[in-house]
Nanobody
């Protein structure tokens, strides 16, 4: 019943842009912090960005200035706009949420995870 469904991943050239979406059902996102994690092949999962229920945001240093997180509570959806993409951004991106998550990028307090969407940055 509780689902986070990511979309928008795909293949993009270096320097290009993608917009990821995370649609929630079975929970109301305005009561949760929501964010994005990613995992590249052979790498540990890392926090990318988070937006709190109050609208404050956090970004990993590696994406700061290039990625923007936003939320649309009316449509129960969270977005990640990714610009100036690099090959190093290639990963499976996972949407995450938690009402006891205080938007730390280590992810403590995350209760819900999406299944992920693959982003490949390659020429």
């Amino acid at each position: 019943q509780l689902q986070l469904v990511e979309s928008g991943g795909g293949l993009v050239q270096p320097g290009g842009s993608l917009r990821l979406s995370c649609a929630a059902s079975g929970l109301t996102l305005d009561y949760h912090a929501v964010g994005w994690f990613r995992q590249a092949p052979g790498k540990e999962r890392e926090g990318v960005s988070c937006i709190s229920s109050g609208g404050s945001t956090n970004y990993a240093d590696s994406v700061k200035g290039r990625f923007t997180i936003s939320r649309d509570n009316t449509n129960n959806t969270v977005y990640l706009q990714m610009n100036s993409l690099k090959a190093e951004d290639t990963a499976v991106y996972y949407c995450a949420a938690g009402n006891s998550w205080y938007c730390g990028l280590k992810g403590y307090g995350v209760d819900y995870w999406g299944k992920g969407t693959l982003v490949t940055v390659s020429s």
